[in-house]
Nanobody, 125 residues
């Protein structure tokens, strides 16, 4: 499985970005997907996740109400819509897949099996 994250960039505080994660392979609908981010000098942290069917989503407290994760299994794509961005949201954002098609969700980076290369998000004040 290969993942390609895109959509990052430079945005002013209060602005929006939509990240995308495109996956190769024929079994995308069998994977849970998570978004994580890592700021310079900090550990990678969980942002949001969505179950394989798209029926359940879960967000870090910092993302609730501002970020929305969604998926299109027909296009092997997951999106992370980020609104009302803040300078502290500046980080490299990574998408990750977990081989799991159940109803549970996972917030630990170690639970995921495949990782994309990351896309830089920079929010200026």
């Amino acid at each position: 499985v290969q993942l390609q994250a895109s959509g990052g960039g430079l945005v002013q505080a209060g602005g929006s970005l939509r990240l995308s994660c495109a996956a190769s392979g024929r079994t995308f609908s069998s994977y849970a997907v998570g978004w994580f981010r890592q700021a310079p000098g900090k550990e990678r942290e969980f942002v949001a996740t969505i179950t394989s069917s798209g029926g359940t989503t879960y967000y870090a407290d910092s993302a609730k109400g501002r970020f929305t994760i969604s998926r299109d299994n027909a296009k092997n794509t997951v999106h992370l819509q980020m609104n009302s961005l803040k300078p502290e949201n500046t980080a490299v954002y990574y998408c990750a897949l977990k081989v799991y098609s159940g109803i549970l969700f996972f917030t630990g980076s170690g639970a995921y099996d495949y990782w994309g290369q990351g896309t830089q998000v920079t929010v200026s004040s």
